[in-house]
T-cell receptor, first 119, second 118 residues
Framework: GAVVSQHPSRVICKSGTSVKIECRSLDFQATTMFWYRQFPKQSLMLMATSNEGSKATYEQGVEKDKFLINHASLTLSTLTVTSAHPEDSSFYIC???????????????FGEGSRLTVL | AQSVTQPDIHITVSEGASLELRCNYSYGATPYLFWYVQSPGQGLQLLLKYFSGDTLVQGIKGFEAEFKRSQSSFNLRKPSVHWSDAAEYFCAVGADSVIKAAGNKLTFGGGTRVLVKP
């Protein structure tokens, strides 16, 4: 299957700093990427939908100024947690779906996840 | 809006025994249904999916799932569990129109954690 890579897999930062997480589709072009947040022993909560070349669509309750999403190319989306605080500590997972016309299989491909710890 | 319920939070099975994980969905039209597996600290891997056609779907690692429209269910089964099947399993539903528009927005269930006893 298609490969989606996230980097970094783990990051520890001090409160008040910003952290950027990258999500790359390695062998296909993703018109749409999704960012999820997962708390320990809980399900995935969709944060936002990232569309290449346009602004991200945020889910209700997600602060768009705190979680900046950029999808500058068909293979890369980034999530920046700005002015991070301990309550932002979580497991962040990206997924990619929707290839170019005729290639959309309806399947989402997930990255390995990035664990953020804010001290 | 669609929703997914996985009634069982934890299931413990003995190695070699059969496994069934329940999934119930709520959606007004024909849903696209998925089962994903997540190992600790990892992303999600697709086990199988149902779009249309045969309601019994075969997936990877010996898993299968059956779509029952009358019961709004998509239960996952495996005849004989291996220790490596210990993981978290998520059922997800997507809206047909969203997927065809290249936006695969899925709604996930709460997950079922499977523990395998030797």
């Amino acid at each position: 299957g298609a490969v989606v890579s996230q980097h970094p897999s783990r990051v520890i930062c001090k409160s008040g700093t910003s952290v950027k997480i990258e999500c790359r589709s390695l062998d296909f072009q993703a018109t749409t990427m999704f960012w999820y947040r997962q708390f320990p022993k809980q399900s995935l909560m969709l944060m936002a939908t990232s569309n290449e070349g346009s602004k991200a669509t945020y889910e209700q309750g997600v602060e768009k100024d705190k979680f900046l999403i950029n999808h500058a190319s068909l293979t890369l989306s980034t999530l920046t947690v700005t002015s991070a605080h301990p309550e932002d500590s979580s497991f962040y997972i990206c997924s990619a779906g929707g290839g170019l016309a005729g290639t959309n299989t309806g399947e989402l491909f997930f990255g390995e996840g990035s664990r953020l710890t804010v001290l | 809006a669609q929703s997914v319920t996985q009634p069982d939070i934890h299931i413990t099975v003995s190695e070699g025994a059969s496994l069934e994980l329940r999934c119930n969905y709520s959606y007004g039209a024909t849903p696209y249904l998925f089962w994903y597996v997540q190992s600790p600290g990892q992303g999600l891997q697709l086990l199988l999916k149902y779009f249309s056609g045969d309601t019994l779907v075969q997936g990877i690692k010996g898993f299968e799932a059956e779509f029952k429209r009358s019961q709004s269910s998509f239960n996952l089964r495996k005849p004989s569990v291996h220790w490596s099947d210990a993981a978290e399993y998520f059922c997800a539903v997507g809206a047909d129109s969203v997927i065809k528009a290249a936006g695969n927005k899925l709604t996930f269930g709460g997950g079922t954690r499977v523990l395998v006893k030797p």
